[in-house]
């Protein structure tokens, strides 16, 4: 079993940044892929970033050149480097890891972008 818990969250005005992290824990292989999806109200769960163990990265269209996510292979951690926060980067944005065994999900954290 693997647990997610996310870090990072909160309220910023447009134009801010936030750092967004994600703890992963319990069982997990070293070749698996971490990233971020997020939903905002209303809407749908998408792709923000995704990173290999490898480091390879894919980011949605939206928020390329914006955001950077990066990994800490010895802590089984992911971040999510927001720059450039536009009032529709709002959602709940979830970690996500899945390998050989399956997909996992964090409960989510609130990003609020507004003035």
């Known amino acids: 079993q693997v647990q997610l818990v996310e870090s990072g969250g909160g309220l910023v005005q447009p134009g801010g940044s936030l750092r967004l992290s994600c703890a992963a824990s319990?069982?997990?292989?070293?070749?698996?892929?971490m990233g971020w999806y997020r939903q905002a109200p209303g809407k749908e769960r998408e792709l923000a970033a995704i990173?290999?163990?490898?480091?390879?990265?894919n980011y949605a269209d939206s928020v390329k050149g914006r955001f950077t996510i990066s990994r800490d292979n010895a802590k089984n951690t992911v971040y999510l480097q927001m720059n450039s926060l536009k009032p529709e980067d709002t959602a709940v944005y979830y970690c996500?890891?899945?390998?050989?065994?399956?997909?996992?999900w964090g409960k989510g954290t609130l990003v609020t972008v507004s003035s």
């Open positions: 996500t890891l899945w390998d050989n065994t399956g997909r996992y």
């Open positions: 319990g069982s997990i292989f070293s070749i698996n892929t």
């Open positions: 990173i290999t163990s490898g480091g390879s990265t």
